[in-house]
């Protein structure tokens, strides 16, 4: 049995369906990526499994409890650490875990040291005893993880952990997660980033629109979407025809295009000497570019793969809307 | 341990940190202890010689009216309190740990009669500045100190749920004031009931806030001797009446947002 399991979850807010029969599966021990757009369902997900609110239909354990029937099992037996680093402003570091670990009915020296233990582990030493008013985001984020597993929880719940934080503390995050999961930790993660979960989950599911759309290992996706891409931003709307033909002779035809933003999409396999034989391609046609460069798959890039259609994130389709 | 005693254990860490927050915001108190000052200085000296009270001084009789309204009004920073930890999301992190299902509400409820406590403090105080005495001695005196905190405590618990309800800190200090400005004027807080029209009379002679004023304006003698008795049992038992309000609301309320808390949004 899965430590975490979920079955045929939908959660309705009126006519807007959160989640649509959400199927989740964690072994013990186990990292699962939960990954989609805004609006996708993430944190309904999450909020459900946390015993946070119940479900329109659906079943889930969690630990072995029943999320309906005994949430105050699940409750022992879980860490959360939310969207939104919920951390007391007006308390001190210390005291805000203090006081989650005496609610966690850690004792009165227990919750004491396990609190300064855990400034320690997470870089907040010096920042301990002041008030959380004075922190970063990215301290304040910290601390909300530090919270999550004050009472070392065997299963743990990180509601998209690194959002708003900048590349540095990002990494830095990962490898504080990495740690805890090598513990045995089970832990479910939800992200927009496509990279984040390909870092730190052994499992991805793919969500939108609260439904399953792709499940699989990081590799299992990797293959499906393909590596990396070539982003072309062409001066003039009248090179986009021009420039699509020549990206194409290289992806074998797939190229994605947006008139509005001038930015054409293609994947990429030939590495760095074919990206310069693009280059010469496109200067020789005598298309003058903005900004070329390599890169990464993103989420958008796996929804265009596996929906034909970008990810719904507001960006997105706001140029949608104008564009294409 | 059984879970009655976790559930006070659990209680007494939130009103703890309650507690800090006070400290930390001194602001937030700096108004609480300024505004019965004023209230207390102002009716005492706008109103106090231009309205008469048969046999007696109108100050002494305002103030227990104001101690009245001044303790009702504190239960809007319980409101306050819980919308604001709901906004942040600290809520949902309390529902989430193993910790008792009502600690949250009544630690807030409970730290939340400090600043009842600092207020009736102040305003006894301005008022023996301006002229307000105990005639009836200490004890009774601080009986009646005691029901304006009960019945302030009963009253935390209806903001409380009015607070688990409403969407924001800014909406509840603006439905506090819809709820609370009525209940504490169409009273006998400022002029006597047998002043008002029909219906408005009807009303606050069965408002509890009228029998908490009367009480606590009986218990510190401020009722001069040629005043008429009242003619409504209400009035006539204020304490009682008031007690049983103290436990009905109680009885009402606290279950119903322990309720609404477990299911919050
Ligand atoms: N309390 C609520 N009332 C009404 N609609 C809601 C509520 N909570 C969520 N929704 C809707 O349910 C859908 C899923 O929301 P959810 O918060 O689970 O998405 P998410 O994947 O966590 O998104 P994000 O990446 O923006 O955090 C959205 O369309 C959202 O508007
Ligand atoms: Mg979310």
């Known amino acids: 049995m899965s430590t975490i399991e979920a079955k045929g979850l939908v959660k309705h807010y009126g006519d807007v369906k959160a989640l649509d029969g959400l199927d989740l599966y964690v072994p013990e021990g186990n990292i699962l990526g939960l990954l989609g757009p805004n609006g996708a369902g993430k944190t309904t997900a999450v909020n459900i499994l946390t015993t946070l609110i119940r479900p329109t239909d659906g079943t889930a354990t969690v630990a072995g409890a029943d999320v309906l029937k005994s949430p105050g099992k699940v409750r022992k037996r879980i860490g959360l650490s939310g969207q939104f680093a919920a951390v007391d402003e007006n308390l001190t570091g210390y005291e805000n875990l203090d006081m989650i670990g005496r609610l966690y009915r850690l004792g009165r020296e227990p919750a004491r040291i396990r609190a300064r233990e855990l400034l320690d582990r997470f870089d907040l030493t010096d920042a301990a005893d002041r008030p959380v008013k004075t922190y970063s985001g990215g301290m304040r984020r910290r601390l909300d993880l530090a919270g999550a597993i004050v009472a070392e929880p065997p299963v743990l719940f990180l509601d998209e952990p690194t959002t708003g934080l900048d590349p540095r503390s990002r990494t830095e995050m990962w490898g504080v997660i990495r740690d805890l999961v090598g513990k045995g930790t089970t832990l479910l993660l939800t992200t927009q980033y496509l990279e984040e979960a390909d870092q730190l989950a052994d499992d991805i599911v793919v969500i939108d629109h609260g439904r399953e759309i792709a499940h699989g290992t990081a590799d299992d996706l990797k293959a499906m979407i393909g590596g990396e891409r070539v982003e072309v931003t062409v001066t003039t709307v009248d090179a986009i025809a021009r420039a699509s033909e020549i990206l194409a002779t290289f992806s074998g035809g797939e190229v994605q295009t947006n008139e509005r933003t001038r930015k054409l999409i293609a994947p990429m396999s030939g590495g760095s000497a074919e990206f310069r034989h693009v280059l010469r391609d496109l200067e020789d046609a005598g298309i003058t570019v903005y900004d070329v460069g390599m890169r990464r798959p993103t989420l958008d890039d796996v929804f265009l793969t596996l929906t034909g259609d970008v990810a719904e994130s507001d960006e997105v389709r706001d140029a949608e809307k104008v564009g294409t | ?265």
């Open chain 2, 1 to 265: 341990m059984n879970s009655l005693m976790w559930a006070a254990l659990d209680s007494h860490v939130i009103a703890k940190r309650n507690v800090i927050k006070i400290k930390r915001v001194p602001e937030v108190l700096m108004f609480v202890l300024i505004s019965p000052i004023m209230f207390v200085l102002l009716f005492a000296y706008v109103f106090g010689d231009s309205i008469a009270i048969p046999g007696g001084s109108y100050r002494e009789f305002l103030i227990g009216g104001i101690f009245a309204q001044t303790v009702v009004f504190g239960a809007t920073f319980t409101g306050a309190g819980l919308a604001d930890d709901m906004q942040k999301g600290i809520i949902d992190r309390f529902r989430a740990l193993p910790m008792s299902r009502a600690a949250v509400l009544v630690g807030r409820t409970a730290s939340d009669v400090i600043y009842n406590v600092l207020s009736l403090l102040i305003m006894a105080l301005t008022g023996l500045v301006v002229g307000w005495r105990i005639h009836n001695g200490l004890v009774d005196a601080a009986f009646g100190f005691a029901l304006l905190l009960a019945f302030a405590y009963a009253f935390s618990w209806v903001m409380a749920y009015v607070g688990l309800i409403v969407p924001s800190v800014e909406v509840i200090n603006n439905a506090s004031f819809v709820v609370i400005f009525p209940l504490t004027f169409v009273a006998n807080t400022f002029v006597p009931s047998e002043n008002l029209p029909g219906v408005l009379r009807t009303f606050a002679e069965w408002n509890p806030v009228s029998a908490v004023t009367q009480a606590a304006r009986d218990l510190f003698g401020n009722i001069p001797p040629g005043t008429p008795e009242p003619t409504v049992w209400p009035l006539q038992n204020a304490v009682l009446y008031t007690i049983i309000w103290i436990i009905v609301i109680i009885a009402i309320f606290a279950p119903l947002s322990v309720n609404r808390y477990r299911k919050a949004r």
